[in-house]
């Protein structure tokens, strides 16, 4: 039971970090081209293209640590044992 335990609290903990990442990155992209939105045509285009890579990977890497830990902590608590 102990393996399956982990291998469940595991494969929650990853899933969740990945799809946390996705959408963070997803969400700190959006808001970082928000600033670029006063700008002519021309310059838009450019600041959206050198802020997007930032911003993905700032909000990728915070998505990944929030959603591992919170699957970690949502995967321990499906699967303790109750006494």
Known sequence: MTKK?????TFVALSSGFFGGLI???IT???HNQKCQNQAWGLKMMCNTLVTPGAIWQGSIAGM??????G???GGSITRKNY
């Open 65 to 70: 640590w929030t959603g591992t830990t919170l």
């Open 5 to 9: 335990r982990i291998l469940i609290c």
């Open 24 to 26: 963070g990155g997803q």
């Open 29 to 31: 992209s959006m808001l």
């Open 72 to 74: 970690a902590f949502v």
